[in-house]
């Protein structure tokens, strides 16, 4: 992506949420390789936004680093790429990270840090050939924060990604995960946030398609503040030999009056060898909450095939429209990188 493709590309996502808006001007750009010299990471940020190839472990809540398992602890300290990102008070500012080249296995840390009434941004697109890639992103959004993040994960067709991403929220505090997933032999994507302060919420966002590969999908919250709201959803396609495990967990503990979650899990299978699975579940500890969760599996059905058929579509083109159209829910607020990734490789 070059400045100009940069601009123009922030000046279509910067409001396409109501209430948030940035102003766009020109990027600071930072290249970086590491592996192997042809492996690069490329960062184009707003000036108001502080880049460090350094990580402060400290300001990580510990509610964060007790959700990850042993062995992830120690891949937290032989990570090859650290990248840190901090907005200041009041500030708002937009970010895209651009990984690309081919690498040995590669593990990642990313902090993300938003203060007090900031707004945030990030494009996060990977396109590496490397045989495993491990990541580790943590985000702290204070009082009043927006984080907004769209991950595009279009890896090799042998490369098996590990990718834990939290959130931590305080008072008013709003974080939104968006990541679309194809490509990739093996993808593990835990998602989780901790919804600390009163009001806060989350968005949790997983759209995948899948043909010959196997993917594990977690999303999970767990709301401590009162009035805090939650919406976890998990969306795909599974063709040819895919095999697709989306699970969804939220929490409600006993502080957290007024409460709201909302989990919703949606597999299309288009294949006899093809196979995916939902598991929703709730942990409830208070009354005066609301909680609900979803899930459904299907099919496309020959009579919408042949409706379209009679129109003039192909079938192949039939089905691709039916695909699209399923996709079409998680499209309504995405970011156009995200739209592009999913709707663009049917």
């Known amino acids: 992506m070059n400045d100009k493709n940069w601009q123009e590309h922030m000046t279509t996502t910067r409001n396409y949420r109501s209430g948030l808006h940035i ?19 490329t960062i184009r940020a707003s ?50 990270l651009d990984y690309t080249g081919t ?34 992103c943590f985000v702290i959004a204070e009082q009043d924060a927006q984080v907004h993040l769209t991950i595009i994960d279009e890896h090799s067709a ?6 834990h991403r939290h959130s931590y929220h305080k008072d008013r505090a709003h974080v939104s995960w968006t990541q679309a997933t194809t490509g ?7 998602m989780h946030s901790e919804l600390a302060g009163t009001h806060s919420s ?48 939220i929490a409600i503990d006993d502080t957290a009056k007024g409460a709201c ?3 919703h899990h949606d597999a299309l299978i288009t294949s006899n060898t093809a196979e995916a699975d939902a598991i929703p579940t709730l942990d409830v500890r208070h009354h005066e909450v609301r909680c609900t969760h979803s899930s459904s ?17 192909s079938e192949k083109k039939a089905r691709q429209a039916l695909e699209k159209g399923f996709l079409q829910p998680l499209f309504t607020t995405a970011a156009p990188a995200f739209i592009k990734a999913l709707g663009g490789t049917l």
């Open 184 to 190: 990739s032999v093996y993808a593990k994507i835990n």
């Open 23 to 41: 102003t766009v001007t020109p990027p600071q750009k930072i290249d970086n390789t590491f592996g192997p010299a042809h492996c690069k990471k």
């Open 202 to 249: 989350t968005v949790q966002t997983i759209g995948y398609l899948a043909q010959r590969n196997k993917y594990d999908l977690a999303t999970s919250v767990r709301h401590q503040g009162s009035d805090s709201r939650s919406l976890l959803r998990t969306r795909g396609i599974c063709q040819e030999h895919a095999q697709a495990l989306s699970k969804g967990h």
């Open 261 to 263: 979650g909302q989990e």
């Open 158 to 163: 042998h490369t098996s990604i590990i990718a």
């Open 297 to 313: 599996i299907s099919t496309l059905h020959r009579e919408d095939i042949y409706y379209l058929m009679s129109r003039g579509l």
């Open 103 to 136: 690498s040995t296995p590669i593990s990642e840390l990313l902090v993300i840090t938003a203060a007090t009434k900031s707004a945030l941004r990030l494009t996060i697109t990977r396109t590496i050939d490397t045989p495993t890639y491990i990541e580790h």
């Open 47 to 96: 000036p108001t936004i502080q880049i460090s190839s350094h990580a402060d472990m400290t300001i990580i809540p510990t509610a964060l680093l007790q959700q990850l398992p042993k062995e992830s602890l120690k891949e937290l300290e032989q990570a090859n790429i650290i990248t840190s990102l901090h907005l200041d008070k009041e500030k708002t500012g937009c970010a895209t």
